[in-house]
T-cell receptor, first 112, second 115 residues
């Protein structure tokens, strides 16, 4: 039981490049979330999903897209990376009606 | 609107002394409340939560938190701090009436326990 895993762990991009971050969970959770963590800002919700095939915007969705084609996977895409997207990205998942979220180890992204 | 405030960016305490990390919240209804801990270069780990019942909640690693509805607070406490407790601590809240399941996090409090 691996819990929540994230790929890759580190990435450096140039401005304008695109990439996809992958989150996978093996706990059969319905809900999945993408956060970004910046110094002094805590965690801010980017997008979330309450089930396969459904996604919704969080607090800071601009510049990101997501997809939830399979229940266990939640993908975060950056179509045209900007230096302001330099951050640590965390994925989390939870059951509905329980709401304890379980977090992945994070992806550290630098955009030059 | 839902929000969480952690009024202290940093808390420093000597090993063996009691520690308190403060959290206050604002929700439109009754809250679910959580504490998470983050060690360097790691993801967030769940410590404890308040859903209902006893206002004093016990969690992992000897931590506990007290829910105070009148003061809208959920302070994290430990009777005797360890150097290994040094980490970044996050408080989070969810409105019980919300169906969306999302949490609102505070900005975090860096706890340093010195030997």
């Amino acid at each position: 039981n691996a819990g929540v895993t994230q790929t890759p762990k580190f990435r450096v991009l140039k401005t304008g490049q695109s990439m996809t971050l992958l989150c996978a969970q093996d706990m059969n959770h319905e809900y999945m979330y993408w956060y970004r963590q910046d110094p002094g800002m805590g965690l801010r919700l980017i997008h979330y999903s309450v089930g396969e095939g459904t996604t919704a915007k969080g607090e800071v969705p601009d510049g990101y897209n997501v997809s939830r084609l399979k229940k266990q996977n939640f993908l975060l895409g950056l179509e045209s990376a900007a230096p302001s997207q330099t951050s640590v990205y965390f994925c989390a998942s939870s059951f509905p009606l329980i709401y304890t979220q379980y977090f992945g180890p994070g992806t550290r992204l630098t955009v030059l | 609107a839902q929000s969480v405030a952690q009024p202290e960016d940093q808390v420093n305490v000597a090993e063996g002394n009691p520690l308190t990390v403060k959290c206050t919240y604002s929700v439109s209804g009754n809250p679910y409340l959580f504490w998470y801990v983050q060690y360097p270069n790691r993801g967030l780990q769940f410590l404890l939560k308040y859903i209902t019942g006893d206002n004093l909640v016990k969690g992992s690693y000897g931590f506990e938190a007290e829910f105070n509805k009148s003061q809208t607070s959920f302070h994290l406490k430990k009777p005797s701090a360890l150097v290994s407790d040094s980490a970044l601590y996050f408080c989070a809240v969810r409105d019980r009436g919300s169906t969306l399941g999302r949490l609102y996090f505070g900005r975090g409090t860096q706890l340093t326990v010195w030997p």
